[in-house]
């Protein structure tokens, strides 16, 4: 399995064919994924909150692939602040809401123009939000609040950018088995949470828990992703897709 939704999303749109843009600031893992896809990825070391860098890192990679932009994903995003509300620091607040929210409206923001320069049809561009969005208790307030915004954003993208034909959707993953929820909830992203998780799922009772069998993986959400970012979801837009196995309907996490 993969360590990152972004590593899985990556995989993932490759074996459908598609060139990718990889930017990240985590250069062994981006150089390390073009040397596995060879001429089918590329990498850019940028930040996401970095509005300049962007732009010209995905004008560079559509004259390195010598094709138009038709999908953009955003999958950056860190825990952030810690602490409950009333300890919070304001500034250690706004730097949370800095990459979460700043990076996702850079991306659309940035996507949608060459999109529309270029008049792609049926462009899709796709955020990360969390399940902490959905329900509260999951997580930091910060990073909470900034899921929360990061829907709102993607909603009132999709009704600007509808009439030009761009699509823009959510996904909203519960806690998996990544670096960011492995440092929150071990204090260490080298120790796995999948032994976590499946002791978690074996307690629960039938009607208790998760309701598909199993955990999530980042390869699940990654096929989400894939799925909003083809045509094949030409008709969806302005969605927050929970990708949880049924957890919240009843009311727990995994």
């Not at 089918?40 to 932009?69: N, R, S, W």
């Not at 440092?183 to 978690?200: P, Q």
């Amino acid at each position: 399995m993969t360590r990152c939704v972004g590593e899985a999303t990556v995989h993932a749109l490759v074996r459908r064919g598609a060139r990718v843009l990889i930017i990240d600031v985590n250069d062994d893992d981006g150089e390390a994924l073009v040397i596995l896809h060879g001429p089918k990825a590329m990498y850019i070391h940028c930040e996401v909150t970095d509005e300049h860098g962007l732009e010209q890192a995905i004008q560079a990679a559509m004259e390195e692939f010598d094709l138009p932009l038709h999908a953009y994903i955003n999958c950056d995003a860190i825990i952030g602040a810690l602490g409950q509300v009333d300890e919070m620091q304001a500034d250690s607040f706004a730097a949370t809401l800095d990459l979460n929210v700043k990076g996702s409206f850079l991306g659309i923001k940035h996507a949608a123009r060459v999109m529309k320069r270029d008049a792609v049809i049926d462009g899709a561009i796709v955020t990360m939000s969390s399940t902490a969005a959905v329900r509260s208790g999951m997580a930091p307030v910060a990073f909470t609040a900034s899921q929360h915004a990061v829907i709102g954003l993607t909603q009132q993208a999709a009704a600007e950018l509808a009439p030009a034909g761009i699509r823009v959707n959510c996904i909203s993953p519960t806690i998996l088995d990544t670096p960011m929820w492995r440092k929150y909830l071990k204090g260490d992203a080298s120790i796995s949470l999948a032994d976590d998780l499946r002791c978690n799922q074996a307690r629960h009772q039938p009607n208790q828990g998760r309701i598909l069998a199993g955990i999530n993986y980042v390869e699940d959400v990654a096929n989400a992703v894939v799925f909003l970012a083809s045509n094949q979801a030409s008709a969806i837009t302005g969605s927050n897709v929970v990708v949880d196995g049924g957890s919240l309907t009843q009311g727990k996490y995994p």
